[in-house]
């Protein structure tokens, strides 16, 4: 190969043309801020047709370029219009934040910046370093607490279980492997917790049976007393206890734990207290709920998301450590080639690969400091109440209705009920009918709720994280659900 001919011509992924691509840029912006200005007049949801998903999946591997203009309109055919629907007032499935406006600006910037907030002197670093100041200012932490902005609550989880098995074997599950320690160590957490909890110790080689899922009280919060014998009967059987995962809104009905119990077993017992609050730890900005999360900030460790009520986009999870040198004990590493210099680019604060899985990293923490500080803190809870206050007026809706069984009272932002026909029908006809129903609001894009099965019963579950709600959505939610319940009751007879 000629190298001196190759470099006659040497390319770049710029554009030839700047201008085109403003454009084009300020097209896309437009036409997103026109589908989120009018997106209560669309529907929830669209099912992708057979040729959109045909266009997407068939196409060959593109070799040669082509304008993005173009590659716009394959977007704006194939994607747009099947949107999941998480943006739309009228979706309350699983728990997805809504996303909001500033985001599309601040997600501009990320990839305009794109640093990678891993290490070195450079602005995305303090960025990074002001956000989690403010998350544990937020969320009660002590100012020398460490932090890390994750993917989501099923990493920070990952990440908080790590830490704390490190802190309990000493370092020598780090050093030497689970073979070297010899014992079984264990998780408790309720029946109620998410599944990425079994998943993490699934990933940390611990072995899914290491987590003892705990019953629940009548309330689905986790039996305190049917815990401390679980932690007896281990010790008794040579297992070894070391951290508890107390849940702040549990993914079924948003129950909370008994945190000040837990709290006291966790010191009585020498284990960690994490608590997973990946949507619930923000209800502590609402009056109503205050009260009830002020123990949170007795945990080891906290993991959430803001990306689910604080509208931010998907990526964006947080865990904070109380103990900032357990923190870095658990992932701190020294290659040669990642030395912090004195001066110049690779100096800089404490590198974040000491606190971390990842090594490389996105500018999670940009779209977080903008949102706090375009929205503040005290709007922020607004919403939270708001949604609070929303997710009550439903269950009371659901009560007046004679046609409607609220399944769980609502103590936070779930609301779980069923149809139930005045003509006798069986659980099982019951199930498949409140089914049908889930599916049907889904596809005559009325709304986009999820199920959740409580004793048996299948619920159309609402996860209320919406800041574009109203409560007029809900009383138009009883309606759709009324109206389609009855007309294919006759079918699950
Ligand atoms: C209580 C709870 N924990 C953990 C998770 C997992 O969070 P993520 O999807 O951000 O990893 C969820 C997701 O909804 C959840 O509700």
Same mark, same amino acid.
């Given at each position: 190969m000629n190298y001196k001919e190759l470099l006659k011509y040497e390319k770049s992924f710029d554009p030839k043309d700047w201008d085109e691509m403003e454009d084009l840029a300020h097209k896309m912006v437009k036409d997103m801020f026109a589908l989120l200005k009018d997106i209560r007049n669309q529907p929830v949801w669209t099912q992708p047709t057979d040729d959109s998903k045909g266009a997407i999946l068939g196409e060959a591997l593109p070799i040669e370029p082509k304008n993005l203009n173009k590659v716009y309109q394959d977007i704006k055919e194939n994607l747009t219009p099947y949107y999941k629907g998480n943006i739309h007032p009228k979706f309350w499935s699983w728990v997805q934040g809504t996303g909001t406006v500033s985001s599309i600006l601040s997600e501009i910037l990320v990839a305009g910046l794109n640093p990678d907030v891993c290490t070195g002197d450079h602005g995305a670093m303090y960025i990074e370093k002001q956000v989690i100041d403010w998350l544990k200012k937020m969320m009660g932490f002590p100012n020398n607490a460490s932090g890390i902005l994750v993917s989501g609550t099923s990493t920070a989880n990952l990440t908080a279980l790590l830490i704390a098995r490190d802190k309990a074997t000493n370092q020598v599950v780090r050093k030497q492997g689970m073979l070297e320690y010899n014992s079984r160590l264990i998780i408790y957490t309720s029946t109620e917790a998410h599944s990425c909890v079994i998943k993490a110790a699934d990933i940390m080689g611990l072995?899914?049976?290491?987590?003892? =899922?705990?019953?629940?009280?009548?309330?689905?919060?986790?039996?305190?007393?049917?815990?401390?014998?679980?932690?007896?009967?281990?010790? %008794?059987?040579?297992?070894?206890?070391?951290?508890?995962?107390?849940?702040?809104?549990?993914?079924?009905?948003?129950?909370?734990?008994?945190?000040?119990?837990?709290?006291?077993?966790? %010191?009585?017992?020498?284990?960690?207290?994490?608590?997973?609050?990946?949507?619930?730890?923000?209800? +502590?900005?609402?009056? *109503?709920?205050?009260?009830? =999360?002020?123990?949170?900030?007795?945990?080891? *460790?906290?993991?959430?998301?803001?990306? %689910?009520?604080?509208?931010?986009?998907?990526?964006?999870?947080?865990?904070?450590?109380?103990?900032?040198?357990?923190?870095?004990?658990?992932?701190?590493?020294?290659?040669?080639?990642?030395?912090?210099?004195?001066?110049?680019?690779?100096?800089?604060?404490?590198?974040?690969?000491?606190?971390?899985?990842?090594?490389?990293?996105?500018? &999670?923490?940009?779209?977080?400091?903008?949102?706090?500080?375009?929205?503040?803190?005290?709007?922020?809870?607004?919403?939270?109440?708001?949604?609070?206050?929303?997710?009550?007026?439903?269950?009371?809706?659901?009560?007046?209705?004679?046609?409607?069984?609220?399944?769980?009272?609502?103590?936070?932002?779930?609301?779980?009920?069923?149809?139930?026909?005045?003509? +006798?029908? *069986?659980?099982?006809?019951?199930?498949?009918?409140? &089914?049908?129903?889930?599916?049907?609001?889904?596809?005559?894009?009325?709304?986009?709720?999820?199920?959740?099965?409580?004793?048996?019963?299948?619920?159309?579950?609402?996860?209320?994280?919406?800041?574009?709600?109203?409560?007029?959505?809900?009383?138009?939610?009883? +309606?759709?659900?009324?109206?389609?319940?009855?007309?294919? %009751?006759?079918?699950?007879?």
């Amino acid at each position: 190969m000629n190298y001196k001919e190759l470099l006659k011509y040497e390319k770049s992924f710029d554009p030839k043309d700047w201008d085109e691509m403003e454009d084009l840029a300020h097209k896309m912006v437009k036409d997103m801020f026109a589908l989120l200005k009018d997106i209560r007049n669309q529907p929830v949801w669209t099912q992708p047709t057979d040729d959109s998903k045909g266009a997407i999946l068939g196409e060959a591997l593109p070799i040669e370029p082509k304008n993005l203009n173009k590659v716009y309109q394959d977007i704006k055919e194939n994607l747009t219009p099947y949107y999941k629907g998480n943006i739309h007032p009228k979706f309350w499935s699983w728990v997805q934040g809504t996303g909001t406006v500033s985001s599309i600006l601040s997600e501009i910037l990320v990839a305009g910046l794109n640093p990678d907030v891993c290490t070195g002197d450079h602005g995305a670093m303090y960025i990074e370093k002001q956000v989690i100041d403010w998350l544990k200012k937020m969320m009660g932490f002590p100012n020398n607490a460490s932090g890390i902005l994750v993917s989501g609550t099923s990493t920070a989880n990952l990440t908080a279980l790590l830490i704390a098995r490190d802190k309990a074997t000493n370092q020598v599950v780090r050093k030497q492997g689970m073979l070297e320690y010899n014992s079984r160590l264990i998780i408790y957490t309720s029946t109620e917790a998410h599944s990425c909890v079994i998943k993490a110790a699934d990933i940390m080689g611990l072995g899914i049976n290491s987590v003892t =899922l705990v019953d629940t009280t009548s309330e689905f919060q986790i039996d305190v007393q049917k815990l401390e014998q679980a932690i007896i009967e281990d010790r %008794k059987k040579g297992n070894v206890p070391f951290c508890i995962v107390a849940n702040v809104g549990t993914v079924n009905t948003g129950a909370i734990d008994p945190l000040d119990e837990i709290s006291k077993i966790c %010191k009585r017992e020498g284990l960690w207290m994490h608590v997973d609050g990946a949507f619930g730890a923000f209800a +502590k900005f609402a009056p *109503s709920h205050k009260k009830m =999360l002020k123990s949170m900030n007795a945990a080891d *460790s906290l993991a959430f998301d803001t990306h %689910k009520w604080m509208s931010l986009p998907f990526g964006t999870g947080c865990l904070l450590v109380k103990n900032k040198h357990h923190h870095r004990n658990a992932f701190a590493i020294q290659p040669d080639y990642l030395q912090v210099h004195a001066r110049g680019l690779a100096s800089g604060p404490d590198p974040i690969f000491n606190y971390s899985i990842e090594m490389t990293r996105g500018f &999670r923490a940009l779209k977080i400091w903008m949102m706090l500080k375009e929205q503040g803190l005290n709007k922020i809870g607004e919403i939270v109440q708001q949604n609070i206050a929303q997710s009550y007026y439903l269950g009371e809706l659901v009560d007046d209705e004679e046609l409607l069984e609220l399944v769980t009272p609502v103590t936070m932002n779930i609301v779980c009920f069923r149809f139930v026909p005045q003509e +006798k029908m *069986s659980e099982e006809g019951l199930n498949k009918l409140n &089914r049908e129903i889930v599916v049907e609001l889904q596809e005559f894009g009325c709304a986009v709720t999820s199920h959740v099965y409580i004793e048996n019963k299948y619920c159309i579950r609402i996860a209320n994280v919406n800041h574009r709600t109203v409560k007029e959505d809900f009383e138009d939610l009883v +309606k759709d659900v009324i109206r389609i319940g009855n007309t294919t %009751k006759n079918i699950f007879k």
